[in-house]
């Protein structure tokens, strides 16, 4: 069930209206009812998998915290509790890749398995080993009500593609009696349209133009592979962050607050600072529960350094089981890494020239990296960075056959870009602590005429593309 058909429509307002009426301590159930509804879509075989994952992390739990109070060991416990969520995601999302290498190695070929990979178990396999672990920590209590705990790992609205839900900021949410919020709704209605738009219209008008020239690179001009790079930065962007919107938009309607993803990432002066504002519950998440615990910088600069490197490796294996991810990875790693040598902590942003060069710096850097994000392989990765390069020798010949291109994908496509920048400039306005939110100073029926033309124009204007989000992949 994707966020643009019409069964998800009709699927929220039926949950809306029996979760709002329904009395409070019946609320979780309802939701939880509802994740799994939303969750059959992609597969009835899936929330199999989901429910073992909420049952055994849910016994898991309670174990750990009962022999923390005895006085116990729990790490038995802790080991056999995360061992099902990341073998069982070992098996559906590497254990093809893994039979890859072995290949690669022994030069001898082996079968795949070509297994499906269920939707969204990269995102809630984190999200019950971080519970598990923070228990092991005694920094959360166990959840003692199985309907509670299994609500909140299931809330649909994150549950394919994120924020990946910590337990300290989303469980005492289901905990709590929730009442319905008007303001909070109108927030989350806001939300979503805002991420709507950016998916929709940007996004897919962005990703046209971008699977054209992947599709065959061979028939495209140098050029045009520089403005294909441009235009994915910008594409998994709007993508991801749209999703963002709309799953945040989806949550206060039924007054659950989700943490925050992203913070104009593209303005960043340094690699440090991107992944700050960048997936920031991904990147929040390798920190408590990966890189801290390898002793983080605590450690000599050899060791401090190893450790953000392998950091970064499992980030990029974690969005996917491929060469090209590791790849990718790995150039953030060694980036970040530079930089902490250079000068760590102590890099500050810079205003005027020197903060544009570093900022537009990173963004070249983080558009280099992208290309083997997007990439299929390692050598079309490396025929667009070659290409891209004969590009820039020629720059006057390039701009003119990309702008030849872009042209012939008509209008809209010049509006999503004109729009790409508004965007742009409303995250740097609010980066600084600027509010850009003008509807505010409208009447209520003009407000609502606005939210409503805007949803028109945006239906009306973004046809095509694929309902797809980038990350439900992952």
């Known amino acids: ?23 409070g301590r019946y609320r979780n159930m309802a939701m939880l009812a509802g994740g799994y509804v939303f969750y059959a879509f992609a597969g009835l075989h899936y929330t199999v998998i989901l429910g073992v994952f909420t049952v055994s992390s849910f016994f898991f739990g309670k174990t750990i915290e009962k022999q923390r109070e005895r006085g116990q060991n729990p790490k038995a416990a802790l080991v056999s509790g995360i061992l099902i969520p990341l073998c069982t995601l070992f098996v559906f999302k590497y254990l093809d890749f893994a039979i890859r290498v072995v290949s690669d190695i022994s030069n001898h070929h082996f079968n795949a398995f070509q297994i499906i990979l269920p939707l969204g178990i990269s995102f809630y396999t984190f999200q019950v080993t971080g519970y598990l672990i923070d228990i092991y920590r005694g920094h959360e209590k166990a959840e003692k009500n199985f309907i509670t705990y299994a609500a909140y790992i299931a809330f649909f609205p994150q549950l394919t593609s994120g924020p990946i839900a910590r337990t300290k900021t989303i469980l005492p949410q289901f905990r709590k009696a929730r009442d319905f919020n008007y303001s909070f709704a109108v927030y989350g209605a806001k939300r979503f349209a805002v991420g709507f738009f950016q998916k929709y219209f940007i996004a897919n008008r962005l990703g046209e133009f971008v699977d054209t020239v992947y599709g065959n690179l061979p028939d495209h001009a140098d050029g045009i592979l520089i403005l294909t790079t441009v235009f ?24 659950i607050k989700l943490d925050e993803n992203f913070n104009a990432p593209y303005f960043s002066q340094s690699i440090r600072s991107f992944w700050a504002r960048w997936h920031i519950s991904l990147t929040s998440w390798l920190r408590d529960y990966v890189y801290i615990p390898m002793g983080g910088n605590r ?36 980036a970040q890494i530079a930089e902490n040598l250079i000068g760590g902590k102590k890099i500050k942003d810079s205003k005027g020239i020197p903060g544009l060069v570093r900022m537009l710096a990173v963004f070249i850097f983080v558009n280099f990296a992208w290309i083997f994000f997007r990439a299929p392989d390692i050598q079309t990765a490396i025929t667009m960075i ?5 590009g820039l020798l020629n720059l006057t010949g390039s701009i003119k056959a990309a702008y030849l291109f872009l042209a ?12 790409a920048a508004v965007f742009g400039v409303m995250d740097y306005r609010l980066l600084h602590g600027k509010k850009v939110d003008f509807t505010n100073r409208l009447r209520t029926p003009a407000r609502w005429a606005v939210y409503i033309l805007a949803m028109f124009v945006t239906m009306l204007l973004a046809t095509g593309g694929t309902s797809q989000f980038i990350y439900v992949r992952f």
């Not at 994915?232 to 007054?255: E, K, R, W």
């Open 232 to 255: 994915y930065t910008l594409q998994i962007y709007f993508d991801f962050c749209g999703y963002t919107h709309m799953v945040t938009g989806i949550s206060a309607l039924f007054n």
């Open 386 to 390: 070659s290409r891209s390069m004969n």
């Open 299 to 334: 450690c000599g600069k050899i060791r401090s350094s190893m450790n953000v490197f392998i950091t970064f490796l499992i980030s990029g294996l974690w969005h996917g089981a491929n060469y090209t991810f590791l790849i990718w990875g790995a150039l953030h790693g060694a």
């Open 408 to 419: 012939s994908f008509g209008i809209r496509m010049w509006i999503a870009i004109g729009f």
């Open 1 to 23: 069930m994707n966020f643009f058909s019409i069964e998800f429509a009709f699927f929220i307002f039926i949950l809306f209206i029996v979760y709002w009426i329904l009395p």
